[in-house]
């Protein structure tokens, strides 16, 4: 059975300080896909990042970034120099890797509210 | 960029009625899906199909059923609604990429 973990439920930070979201997964796969996705007021999921199993390198992208650590199953999500319009529920997911409509079967965590207070 | 489309938007009904809530995309998109978000905000897979023909049921056990009939539609249906069926209602699709998400329907069954 596949698990993610998001222990944080709620953060409230200030603007500009940087966040780090937590996410801790458990799997007995050996080849997944991990992902983050942003659920801003409106509702609707955005993709943020996928990871293969294989790759731990760790990706910045902007004012993003991710720490992908096999070893110790986690893949944590940071904001740096936090903004009001990043406050939204960001998921960590996890899928198989076993092609077909398995990449598209997520299990998810529970979410973590984040509030950037300006 | 995925177009996906879910309607209505908001839907406050009564015990025992029959919905269907409506999920479109227009990018061909073989791979559809719907997720369940309960007011704790976790989501759960229900129902997901491969293509036309193809519905599956997901982790989540749900009274609800799908249809695909056409590549681009994949319905959601309650033949009786409950006040457990109240959540809000995800619909994705996908090819090989992430799963691309519409808005979702708040359902609110009184």
């Known amino acids: 059975a596949q698990k993610v973990t998001q222990a944080q439920t709620e953060i409230s930070v200030v603007e500009k300080e940087d966040v780090t979201l937590d996410c801790v997964y458990e799997?007995?796969?050996?080849?997944?896909?991990l992902f983050w996705y942003k659920q801003p007021p409106s509702g609707e999921l955005v993709f943020l990042i996928r990871?293969?199993?294989?790759?731990?390198q760790n990706e910045i992208s902007g004012r993003y970034s991710w720490n992908f650590q096999k070893s110790t199953s986690s893949f944590n999500f940071t904001i740096t120099a936090s903004q009001v319009v990043d406050s939204a529920v960001y998921f960590c997911?996890?899928?198989?890797?076993?092609?077909?409509?398995?990449?598209?079967?997520?299990?998810f965590g529970q979410g973590t509210i984040l509030t950037v207070h300006p | 960029e995925a177009d996906i489309y879910q309607t209505p938007r908001y839907l406050v009904i009564g015990t025992g009625k029959k919905i269907t809530l409506e999920c479109s995309q227009t990018?061909?998109?073989?791979?559809m899906y719907w997720y369940q978000q309960d007011p704790g905000m976790e989501l759960h897979l229900i129902h997901y199909?491969?293509?036309?023909?193809?519905?599956e049921k997901g982790d989540l056990s749900s009274e609800s059923t799908v249809s695909r009939i056409r590549t681009e539609h994949f319905p959601l249906t309650l033949e009786s609604a409950r006040p457990s069926h109240t959540s809000q209602y995800l619909c994705?699709?996908?090819?090989?990429?992430?799963?691309?998400f519409g808005n979702g329907t708040r359902l609110t069954v009184t």
């Open positions: 997911a996890l899928s198989r890797n076993a092609g077909g409509t398995s990449y598209g079967k997520l299990t």
């Open positions: 990871r293969n199993s294989f790759d731990e």
């Open positions: 199909s491969y293509g036309v023909n193809s519905t």
């Open positions: 799997t007995r796969d050996t080849t997944y896909y």
């Open positions: 990018m061909g998109h073989d791979k």
């Open positions: 994705a699709s996908s090819e090989y990429g992430p799963l691309h």
